[in-house]
């Protein structure tokens, strides 16, 4: 029910289709959100891979569930690519 924006991004594997919305109260979401900071990937899909959410629960999460270590190490992306 929530209203989404697509984004087709160009691989060499060929186009992600991504279906993101900003309509939720998240700052992060899937590991695909790494394609966007637009907002909260609900949907991808390539050749290689697809998954679409089929509900959200709003449930309550205490701070240190979802606190990053304090040893976690920042890679920039010119760090990591090729992977």
Do not use: M, Q
């Not at 966007?36 to 679409?52: M, N, Q, Y």
């Not at 629960?57 to 090729?82: M, Q, W």
């Amino acid at each position: 029910g929530y209203n989404c924006k697509k984004l087709i991004v160009k691989s060499k594997n060929g186009p992600l289709t991504i279906w993101y919305t900003t309509e939720l109260p998240l700052k992060a979401g899937t590991p695909a959100s790494a394609f966007t900071d637009k907002g909260v990937v609900l949907a991808l899909d390539s050749k290689r891979i697809s998954f679409k959410a089929t509900g959200i629960e709003f449930v309550p999460v205490a701070e240190k569930e979802v606190t990053p270590p304090t040893d976690l190490r920042t890679v920039k992306n010119s760090d990591h690519k090729g992977i």
